[in-house]
């Protein structure tokens, strides 16, 4: 099972009171006349898999403990592999090179 976002928040950095909307790495995106909710610590992606809740609780990093940690979603998230798999047919075996 898949661990939610805002616990593996929890998990890394611990929870602190407040909301999430309060705290600093919490990023209001507009695109398209539309807003898009962000934690920068988390993860900016153009899925609405990272979009964030601002009335969630917060995590330790509230309101505005430094971090240089960024992209926790990358933690969570499967890496495409750019490895072949044995058997399978590449593109090149197709056209000869």
Known sequence: MA????E???KLFGK???KCKNCNYYTVYKHHNK????CE??????SEATDWK???????LFPNKET??????????????EEQVEG???????IGE
């Open 3 to 6: 661990i939610r976002k805002n």
């Open 41 to 46: 610590v988390y993860g900016v992606t153009c």
């Open 68 to 81: 240089k940690v960024r992209d926790v979603v990358k933690t969570v998230r499967p890496q495409k592999s």
């Open 54 to 60: 601002g009335s969630a609780d917060a995590c330790g």
């Open 88 to 94: 399978q047919t590449s593109i090149f075996d197709l």
């Open 16 to 18: 602190a009171k407040g």
């Open 35 to 38: 807003s898009y909710r962000k």
């Open 8 to 10: 593996l928040m929890y």
